[in-house]
């Protein structure tokens, strides 16, 4: 079994920074992409940013240069850095891994979800 926790979300004024974590547990062999996405109530699920087991990474255009993804391979744990924040950035965000567990299975995971709210 596999699980991803996240954990940082909360209430930040517009301009504001959080720093968003997820840490991937369980009967783990190897991780290949991780990533975060994150959507807003009334709308669809979207790509926040990508990062390969590698360190290459994809961001949407509108976190480019104010979100940086990063991760801790021995850790299973992928970070996001979220700087001046902006009030269109409220959303639940989710984290995302590409698994292959230590029984051969390869799958993708999603965690539970924490919510952000920017807002004065």
């Known amino acids: 079994q596999v699980q991803l926790v996240e954990s940082g979300g909360g209430l930040v004024q517009p301009g504001g920074s959080l720093r968003l974590s997820c840490v991937a547990s369980?009967?783990?062999?190897?991780?290949?992409?991780m990533g975060w996405y994150r959507q807003a109530p009334g709308k669809q699920r979207e790509l926040v940013a990508t990062?390969?087991?590698?360190?290459?990474?994809n961001y949407a255009d509108s976190v480019k240069g104010r979100f940086t993804i990063s991760r801790v391979n021995v850790k299973n744990t992928v970070y996001l850095q979220m700087n001046s924040l902006k009030p269109e950035d409220t959303a639940v965000y989710y984290c995302?891994?590409?698994?292959?567990?230590?029984?051969?299975?390869?799958?993708?995971?999603w965690g539970q979800g924490t919510q952000v709210t920017v807002s004065s």
């Open positions: 995302n891994a590409d698994i292959r567990t230590r029984y051969g299975l390869g799958a993708n995971y």
């Open positions: 369980g009967s783990i062999f190897s991780i290949n992409a």
């Open positions: 990062i390969s087991s590698g360190g290459s990474t």
